[in-house]
Antibody, heavy 123, light 110 residues
Framework: QITLKQSGPTLVKPTQTLTLTCTFS??????????VGWVRQPPGKALEWLAL???????RHSPSLKTRLTITKDTSKNQVVLTMTNMDPVDTATYYC???????????????WGQGTLVTVSS | QSVLTQPPSVSGAPGQRVTISCTGS?????????VHWYQQLPGTAPKLLIY???NRPSGVPDRFSGSKSGTSASLAITGLQAEDEADYYC??????????FGGGTKLTVL
């Protein structure tokens, strides 16, 4: 059974850096074709992809947020960490981590999702 | 403004068939990249519904089907049930090296 769970602060102040941890079980991030990604969803709005990290440490970032995002993995701990700098109230959203499948030479789909964590940016 | 365009809402009566469209461009759906669909029930995380244009993960009823043609894709739901009321999102990949989502469609079961 594959599970993912996000952890981190629920409230951050503007200009601060957000650090979220995804702890997963049921799969290994050293398996070829496997990745973990982050997706966010502002209240009442659509899903927005943020970043991906793969079994071979290949990393992909949303072009619009690339300068603010860092994604890393600790395979031994089954964890992926996302940091986002210079937080703003518009970054208020539910942040999801998800198991991702890399297939046929490009990022494919998110197969399993964590339950999400609502992060509010406010002073 | 999402890269993939979906209708904001669709509705149907129980037992009916509804379709949700997802329109992209030659840099994403119209290229080699597959389309995937997610169902998000109220207050919950998204769930993979269709992958690789038309494949259903284990446990997804065959009332759900997907297709892709040209720069568009569609999700069809037959035999509509009250439990299908949810938001539906399409997703693909773009040559700009970006995973892209649609804006989401809210399905109302009348």
């Amino acid at each position: 059974q594959i599970t993912l769970k996000q952890s981190g602060p629920t409230l951050v102040k503007p200009t601060q850096t957000l650090t979220l941890t995804c702890t997963f079980s049921g799969f290994s991030l050293s398996t070829r074709g496997v990745g973990v990604g982050w997706v966010r969803q502002p209240p009442g709005k659509a899903l927005e992809w943020l970043a991906l990290i793969y079994w071979d440490d290949d990393k992909r970032h949303s072009p619009s947020l690339k300068t603010r995002l860092t994604i890393t993995k600790d395979t031994s701990k089954n964890q992926v960490v996302l940091t986002m700098t210079n937080m703003d109230p518009v970054d208020t959203a539910t942040y999801y981590c998800a198991h991702h499948v890399y297939l046929r030479g490009y990022p494919n789909y998110f197969q399993y999702w964590g339950q999400g964590t609502l992060v509010t940016v406010s002073s | 403004q999402s890269v993939l365009t979906q209708p904001p809402s669709v509705s149907g009566a129980p037992g009916q068939r509804v379709t949700i469209s997802c329109t992209g461009s030659s840099s994403n759906i119209g290229s080699i990249y597959d389309v995937h669909w997610y169902q998000q029930l109220p207050g919950t995380a998204p769930k993979l519904l269709i992958y690789g244009n038309s494949n259903r993960p284990s446990g997804v009823p065959d009332r759900f089907s997907g297709s892709k043609s040209g720069t568009s894709a569609s999700l069809a739901i037959t035999g509509l049930q009250a439990e299908d009321e949810a938001d539906y999102y399409c997703q693909s990949y773009d040559i700009s090296l970006s995973v892209v989502f649609g804006g989401g469609t809210k399905l109302t079961v009348l």
